[in-house]
């Protein structure tokens, strides 16, 4: 009446047998289970088990963005900053786009000064260009990007509330500089920023950019960036400059809304005079501003008409840094 | 060979009929069109045509709002505010809910004192309740509405771009007053403004409602309001307090998100000192703010959960009233 399967072990085995060799399976599997238990704190990296509560091997590609930060003969500044912004809370890895051409990375210098929070990727560029930050990079793992210039400071105050921000109008880029172009009777645009007069819609001034070297937006953009007219990008690297621009007409002309959110820092700083290099940054050319207003008119040509559109909306921390910077005189 | 139609017209009346009638038709319809074209003059309230370019007879519904203003026992206030608050760009209609049981509404006074930038209806209530204001008027147009208490003076400047602020956020109440509420270790919930502790979610403070007496909001809401369970009701009769923080209740419970947008005011003035009727308002009651503690915690339990969620979004305008008001020191 036994069964099949119990009828070999049984007969052929012995039931002393059979018992040995229960006690050795289940031996077997408890050690198995212990290894498992132990894995996840043998790491890829070595780095040594870290005293406070272990970190999430990997963050939402939601909850946290990558930095990608270009740089060109400011390597002090890059470290300085790098230092800072590798603590930023959500913040998930660095992408460092490596623009000195046939220089080394500090890449051996960076690991020798391990751990560090997050990983930091050195991407090593074939030519010096502006727009080689705007590359679809596959290391890019969230859904945001945060893009900052190698020469500025933005407080983990300022970027932690920024990103929140994003979180809310993620199709937009919300970031920290804006800038405006306005038209003129001859039909001519200008591109500046406050000192400009207002475009006339109302009180108050206007702006229809905010620049990416200190703001988040969605990586999707990058996707989006390399589908653009073959002219986007002789424009750009014709100027060096510009991409910036070039990106507020892309994220303008998908979202039929001001491209940009503005929200207003509280600690923004520009480090560029305290590099050793001497090198002091495209801005300060005499044609920069020229170039700009020079590059506005061309990607309304390019792209058959303008698509930047106005906004006046100041976004501020409620309750930051002042816990009553809201207080009024009612 | 004619078809049936012109048999009868040509045997029956002749051509020369024919012609006289055609031409009777064709003045008479040129009578009526000269009429028609005069028409837009008459208007039903028979005020005189204004002397600069007339107003279009109605604004686009999502173009202009309608000003809700409840009074009680302030009339003089009510009135000062109302020949502010008359002239208000976007504004479509006034309607006063007129508390004051058993008196004379202004209207005669008002009329005498025409002509109006805008219709103002008199809304003459049975009770004095707080919440006679949320009523779903038949008298609104506009999809939106600006709801004021009868001490508060708001700038202009501050309620167009209000207004312009709430056409983006339609769903949300758009507005100068920010409060919230605080939950404790024993479960109870505490109301309160930014004297009270942080809510301890990241830095700064948080607000989880905008008070209804200085805001734009959606006119759906008021719809909504009816249906409302009676619990409701029975509380804000029996404080004849928190209509504001059932109306939060209910926006956030429809948008599971924060239920307002605060916008910082530039110039926001409360004008309660300055009544002749010696009547100071309910605010200044001892119980006041114990009573609105009370009705958050009873909301929640008539609501069977908290629905208010926080924010810390402060929205002010770019470049106004200081065209730098964004520098930095970058």
Redesign the interface.
């Known amino acids: 009446r036994c069964f099949h399967f119990c009828k070999l072990p049984g007969r052929v085995m012995g039931i002393r047998l059979l018992r040995f060799t229960s006690v050795v399976i289940i031996v077997l599997l408890l050690v198995a289970g212990a290894l498992t238990a132990l894995l996840p704190t043998i790491k890829d990296d070595k780095l040594p088990n870290s005293r406070r509560e272990p970190k999430p091997q990997t963050q939402s590609a939601l909850d946290s963005f990558t930095l990608i930060m270009q740089t060109y003969n400011r390597t002090d500044l890059l470290l300085k900053l790098l230092n800072h912004y590798q603590a930023i809370p959500h913040l998930h890895k660095v992408i460092v786009v490596w623009n000195n051409i046939g220089e080394k990375t500090p890449e051996e210098m960076w690991n020798s000064l391990g751990p560090h929070p997050v990983p930091v990727v050195f991407k090593v560029q074939a030519v010096n260009r502006m727009r080689n930050r705007l590359q679809n990079f596959p290391d890019l793992e969230t859904k945001a990007v945060l893009m900052m210039d190698d020469d500025?400071l933005v407080s983990a105050?300022d970027l932690?509330?920024a990103f929140?921000?994003w979180q809310?109008f993620p199709e937009h880029i919300v970031g920290?500089?804006?800038r405006k172009h306005i038209s003129t009777p001859s039909g001519v645009y200008s591109y500046g920023s406050?000192e400009l007069q207002?475009p006339g819609l109302?009180?108050?001034?206007?702006?229809s950019m905010v620049l990416i070297g200190a703001a988040f937006f969605h990586s999707g953009y990058l996707e989006d960036f390399q589908q653009q007219p073959e002219a986007v990008y002789a424009l750009i690297d014709e100027t060096q400059n510009c991409d910036d621009i070039a990106m507020n007409f892309l994220v303008a002309k998908h979202t039929g809304k001001p491209s940009g959110v503005?929200v207003?820092?509280v600690d923004?700083?520009?480090l560029e005079k305290d590099t050793n290099s001497g090198y002091s940054g495209m801005w300060h050319r005499a044609e920069h501003l020229l170039q700009r207003s020079y590059c506005v008119n061309k990607l309304v040509n390019i792209y058959d008409g303008m698509p930047l559109k106005y906004?006046?909306?100041?976004?501020?921390?409620?309750?930051?840094?002042n816990?009553?910077?809201?207080?009024?005189?009612?």
């Open positions: 500025t105050h932690a509330f929140s921000v809310q920290f500089v804006p406050f207002n109302g009180n108050g001034d206007q702006y503005f207003k820092p923004i700083r520009n906004s006046n909306i100041m976004i501020s921390q409620f309750g930051f840094p816990y009553a910077n809201h207080k009024n005189k009612m």
